[in-house]
């Protein structure tokens, strides 16, 4: 078989940015230029690194971008009266508050507090509750509405094929599967989790694989059925002395695969830069949606 066809996120990003960029252009012309304010605690060295790509995104694309930075001894209710302000002002459309936080702070509790109209991670109750209802015209989780945007971009057939999503996180798995199972997309979904028996059985009746867990080549070749779509949301730091740095960034799912799959996505350039398109999008559909 020959090798799997590359489920490019670099190329199915650039083509989103492009319709993006026209609606912000829109709505600035309007006088309402869409805004992002991301609040970081702390000093973890990834997390500033991933902050910097989501303000030269907003440059790009003509949003506003504003960053907010604070120590990681900030206090629970300094980070909530921050986010306070940034609800209270109706120039911010939307908010993100980048995770992880330190140890001492309630995560949980910030979510909740952020406007679900600014939620542009998706991970307010309200945001997630209304796509349990099976509504995808709100502010959606980045990472699994960026891989149904990439299935799309690729014209991968979903309805009535069996998708297995491996990971139930409420930031991942479990939104990605309702996605999947949604009106539209319409795929009959089995979530695999550590309690989960019979894995690799389980994969290899899927016709398309979400890999979400965090476990470096853990789908094997012989796990996936020949021409299945499997999709790698997992970027994991592994030590390689072969390597100048001593580190590679392996996927969850082996290279092997890519001899059985018909389409996978690669890691790095695969599920990661749609992450970012989707969180543009988002708050460019956040200030369309506070008009």
């Known amino acids: 078989m020959a090798e799997a066809q590359r489920l ?30 991301v609040v970081i605690v702390g000093d973890d060295p990834a997390s500033h690194v991933y902050v910097r790509s989501k303000v030269k995104a907003c440059e790009r694309l003509g949003l506003i971008s504003t960053h907010v930075e604070r120590p990681a001894t900030t206090t629970q209710e300094e980070l909530e009266a921050i986010v306070d302000g940034l609800n209270a002002d109706a120039t911010v459309h939307g908010i993100l508050v980048q995770s992880p936080l330190p140890a001492h702070l ?23 509750g209304r796509l349990v209802q099976g509504r995808t015209d709100g502010l959606l989780p980045c990472t699994p509405s960026g891989v149904m945007e990439m299935l799309r971009w690729a ?13 139930r996180s409420r930031i991942v ?12 997309a319409d795929a009959t979904v089995t979530v695999v989790h550590s309690r989960t028996e019979d894995v690799a059985d ?25 021409g299945a779509t499997v999709v790698d949301v997992g970027i994991n730091r592994v030590d390689d002395d072969s390597r100048e740095r ?16 018909a389409w996978l996505s690669p890691v790095p350039g695969g599920v990661g830069p749609m992450t970012i398109a989707m969180l543009m999008a ?10």
């Open 282 to 291: 988002n708050t460019v559909r956040a200030a369309e949606g506070l008009q």
């Open 106 to 128: 309630d995560e949980g509790a910030i979510t909740d507090r952020i406007d679900p109209a600014k939620d542009v991670d998706g991970f307010h109750p309200v945001n997630l």
């Open 8 to 37: 490019d996120g670099r190329e199915c990003a650039a083509a989103l940015d492009q319709k993006t960029a026209a609606r912000a252009a829109a709505l600035t012309e309007k006088g309402v230029q869409p805004h992002l304010a």
């Open 155 to 167: 014209k991968v057939p979903l309805q009535g094929q069996r998708a297995v999503v491996l990971g």
């Open 173 to 184: 798995g479990m939104p990605m599967a309702l996605l999947l199972a949604a009106r539209g």
């Open 202 to 226: 389980r994969c290899r009746e899927a016709d398309v694989i979400v890999a979400a867990v965090g476990r470096p080549d853990m789908v094997q070749a012989d796990w996936v059925k020949p």
């Open 246 to 261: 001593g580190w590679r960034l392996a996927g969850d799912v082996h290279p092997d695969v890519s001899g059985v799959a």
